[in-house]
């Protein structure tokens, strides 16, 4: 299993960005996938999950709704995350990861996903 994240940027407060994170090595429609979040001296967060099978079932963090849309693309086996009105706040490395087992949990806690990407960066100025 390999997740590779991309998109990463350094953007004004205020901007956009889509990251993208491309999975393979597994049946991409079946799991449940998440994008978490670390700032520096923080602890990690869930940002947002999707159901692989129905992906009309997410979850955002409080912090992110309204603002984040998580998507995903069955043929192209990669899982996205827009960000809009991005804040200084939302400077952090983000990964994305696949849930542990196929059943549909709107879960944003660590312990339940496996097979972390490397991460890319997202860093907002004021």
């Known amino acids: 299993v390999q997740m590779v994240e991309s998109g990463g940027d350094l953007v004004q407060a205020g901007g956009s960005l889509t990251l993208s994170c491309t999975a393979s090595g597994f049946s991409f429609g079946k799991y449940a996938m998440v994008w978490f979040r670390q700032a520096p001296g923080k602890s990690r967060e869930g940002v947002a999950a999707?159901?692989?099978?129905?992906?009309?079932?997410?979850r955002y963090a409080d912090s992110v709704k309204g603002r984040f849309t998580i998507t995903l693309d069955h043929a192209k086996k990669t899982l996205y995350l827009q960000m809009n009105s991005l804040t200084p706040e939302d400077t952090a490395l983000y990964y994305c990861?696949?849930?542990?087992?196929?059943?549909?949990?709107?879960?944003?806690?660590?312990?339940?996903?496996?097979?972390w990407g490397l991460g890319t960066q997202v860093t907002v100025s004021s």
């Open positions: 990861a696949k849930k542990r087992g196929i059943c549909w949990l709107p879960s944003l806690s660590g312990s339940d996903y496996d097979s």
């Open positions: 999707i159901d692989g099978e129905e992906a009309h079932r997410t």
